[in-house]
């Protein structure tokens, strides 16, 4: 007999998940109202660390076991330093060189676009901050100056990640 939609089957959270074809436990977990499958490792560091895990970041089991997923068995590390501890000593087909490479010079992008996004959140702050200081009250306000605060707002929202203004 099938549970009804909308209800919660009487089994609901009981599931110990299972072992994928990589040898990793998956489990469900409620992200966002919503039942998705996730590796078991990475949610365990996930409520340790009490953030979301980035992308790039991988979790490495110390003593080699994947079905550990105790949290003193588990490290957090960057994919390249990860994938370098894997690999070391073994030899890599070109095609698998020039792949790493590519990654590489990804994910050094994707670090220079965060600086830069640091960098001119702090900059939209800042005028933001210096458009309507107190100092700028005594001199009438100029049409281009308020009019700019608009985008600035936005995207100093945005980046925070807050809903739009």
């Known amino acids: 007999m099938s549970t009804p939609k909308g209800t919660k089957p009487w089994n609901a959270g009981t599931s110990q998940g ?3 074809s990589n040898g990793y436990r998956v489990i469900y977990v409620d992200e966002g109202g919503k039942r998705v499958q996730r590796k078991e490792h990475r ?3 996930e409520r340790e660390l009490g953030r ?4 790039e970041e991988a979790v490495h089991h110390l003593n080699g076991d994947k079905s550990d997923n105790r949290p003193e ?3 957090v590390v960057g994919h390249g330093a990860h994938t370098e501890h894997h690999h070391y000593g073994r030899a890599n087909t070109e095609a698998s060189k020039e792949s790493m490479a590519t990654i590489a010079r990804q994910r050094w ?3 220079r676009l965060r600086s830069i996004n640091a960098d001119l959140l702090a900059a939209l702050e800042l005028a933001e901050r210096t458009l309507t200081s107190p100092g700028m009250a005594h001199t009438p306000p100029l049409p281009a100056e ?7 707002r936005a995207a100093i929202a945005k980046a925070r990640g807050e809903p739009d203004a």
Do not use: A, F
């Not at 979301?52 to 992308?55: G, R």
């Not at 308020?146 to 600035?152: K, S, T």
């Open 18 to 20: 299972w072992i994928d």
């Open 43 to 45: 949610v365990v560091m």
């Open 52 to 55: 979301k895990l980035e992308p």
């Open 73 to 75: 068995n588990l490290l």
């Open 109 to 111: 992008e994707i670090e």
């Open 146 to 152: 308020w009019e700019v605060l608009r985008p600035v």
